[in-house]
């Protein structure tokens, strides 16, 4: 299965296959828990740039409007996509989240910290991202 979108000159590289998913399409996707509560959406996408892969993804979590906004990078490996609902599954309940490493808007975290991915890791009981 392919998608494409078009433009008035015409089609658009596809940006989602079987198994590939453009970054611009994973961005806004929906973000729930095992009991189908909405937690957030994906704000960015972490990637190593040397492997690739996907290592963490960065959810936007509260506030309004952008206002009080939080953002809790999670580990790649902790989500699941759910056809059903369009949009990850996290197993996770809000209250756990809240305590989960986080940063704000006016925040920037490290990500070259080894310290910050391993905090992050631990927490959501995951071996550490290597770099």
Do not use: C
């Not at 190593?48 to 960065?58: E, I, M, T």
């Not at 936007?60 to 369009?86: A, C, K, M």
């Not at 490493?101 to 550490?128: C, K, L, Q």
């Amino acid at each position: 299965m392919q998608t494409s979108a078009s433009t008035s000159s015409g089609s658009v590289a596809t940006n989602e296959t079987e198994r590939l998913i453009s970054s611009e399409k994973v961005v806004g996707t929906p973000v729930y828990n095992r009991a189908g509560e909405h937690l957030g959406s994906v704000h960015s996408l972490m990637l190593d740039k040397f492997s690739g892969q996907v290592a963490y993804a960065v959810m936007s979590f509260g506030g309004f409007l952008g206002i009080g906004e939080s953002y809790h990078p999670l580990p790649w490996r902790v989500l699941t996509y759910d056809v059903r609902q369009g949009g990850y599954v996290v197993d996770l309940d809000r209250q756990r989240l809240e305590g989960a490493p986080s940063f704000t808007a006016n925040e920037t975290p490290d990500w070259g910290d080894r310290s910050f991915g391993h905090r992050i890791d631990d927490y959501y009981g995951v071996s550490p991202y290597t770099f």
